[in-house]
């Protein structure tokens, strides 16, 4: 019995996914919760989403957030090579704010130069100036040093903090865990506490997609969270326009 071998066989193209606009996703190794939220908002194969993993540690303190900087470029050279990426959407809050954004775009840039960029904390900026928000209430999971540095961050960006609530754990895999419950019990101390614009939930590990318009609807306000509002920034940056009210206020936004 002869084998048969069939070579050269003629095929045709399309356009593929991401034909629309390609996104780029660094996203720590520790990291449960990004991947799965992203994936909810982009679904369609026109505007594609490709990720990479970049080395952390799972402790999260000022020194270890300050680490990955020399690792990002490296990181998004992983992501599609040698191919153009529309947008490039580096998944981590706080290292955002350690490092500043400014440095986290340079590293982006020295593998995407021509890459739209945006980072946890730039979107949350964003999604707040879309509401005309002055006034945060903001909770995170992280340790008190970090703590200081988020709030010191988000003042310096010209944000008013009231209100600011922690659950206190630096030990990352354990933030992924930390249940919807717990995130809208939390949100509504904060709620209490302060005359408020806006709430934003700190950190790429912490679950908030699925719970968000069922937490907007019960303190009245606006809720965004790092996922949230950087899959939004993100898809407006790509100039994805479709409105998505079933992921919450935000998601009838446009970007300003």
Request: aromatic share 8%; glycine share 4%; charged share 25%.
């Amino acid at each position: 019995m002869s084998n048969i071998s069939l070579e050269h066989i003629e095929f045709t193209t399309d356009d593929g996914i991401g034909s629309l606009a390609r996104i780029g996703l660094v996203v720590l190794a520790t990291d449960f919760t990004i991947e799965h939220e992203f994936r909810k908002i982009f679904v369609e194969p026109e505007v594609g989403l490709f990720a990479a993993r970049i080395h952390n540690d799972a402790v999260v303190s000022p020194e270890t957030l300050s680490a990955m900087g020399p690792r990002i470029t490296q990181t998004v050279n992983l992501i599609l090579p040698d191919e153009k990426l529309d947008v490039v959407a580096y998944g981590c809050t706080s290292a955002s704010m350690v490092m500043g954004e400014e440095k986290v775009f340079a590293c982006i840039k020295d593998s995407q130069p021509d890459a739209k960029c945006t980072t946890p904390a730039t979107a949350a900026f964003e999604a707040f100036n879309a509401f005309n928000a002055k006034r945060i209430a903001v909770l995170t999971p992280y340790r008190d040093d970090v703590n200081q540095i988020v709030k010191s961050y988000i003042e310096q960006a010209g944000f008013e903090v009231p209100v600011f609530g922690s659950f206190n754990e630096e030990h990352d895999p354990t933030v992924a865990r930390i249940d919807a419950k717990s995130i809208s019990k939390a949100v509504d101390l904060l709620k209490q506490a302060d005359d408020v614009d806006m709430v934003f939930v700190s950190c790429t590990n912490v679950r908030l997609m699925d719970a968000v318009c069922e937490i907007e609807a019960k303190i009245g306000l606006p809720v965004t969270s790092s996922n949230h509002a950087m899959a939004w920034h993100a898809m407006r940056l790509a100039r994805d326009t479709r409105m998505m009210p079933q992921w919450g206020k935000l998601y009838e936004k446009s970007l300003g």
